[in-house]
């Protein structure tokens, strides 16, 4: 269950990351509303805290959370921006999953 709940704060904290730029671009790019640029700097304040949740040090969650970002990235392109990963793409995520369950969920001594 542990496990579960770290990769749920793994995927929110993503979500809100990305989801925080993504509104920040579309304000500073797209000329769209002050608000979007609001409740993207909210979604990124929120995405500052939700790793405070996650059981390990900084430094190990900051470094697996970039492998998990790294996939809900392509993921977002594949959605939003209709960029369809390639077979390098998918590699490059799987590799980097790899790396998170490794670091977070490896058992220490």
């Known amino acids: ?12 904290a ?3 990351e990305i989801g925080g730029g993504y509104l920040i671009w579309l304000w500073l790019r797209e000329g769209k509303s002050i608000w979007f640029a609001v409740f ?14 996650q059981p390990a040090n900084f430094g190990r969650i ?6 998990f ?3 809900l990235a392509i993921l977002w392109g594949w959605q939003v921006d209709k960029i369809r990963p390639d077979k ?3 590699l490059g995520s799987a590799i ?14």
């Open 62 to 67: 900051y470094a697996a959370y970039g492998g």
């Open 88 to 90: 390098f793409d998918i």
């Open 69 to 71: 970002f790294i996939i």
């Open 40 to 53: 993207g700097a909210i979604a990124l304040i929120i995405y500052g805290i939700i790793p405070t949740l």
């Open 14 to 16: 993503g979500l809100c």
């Open 96 to 109: 980097a999953l790899l790396g998170v369950l490794v670091m977070m969920y490896a058992p220490r001594v």
């Open 1 to 12: 269950m542990q496990i579960v709940k770290s990769l749920l704060y793994f995927l929110l």
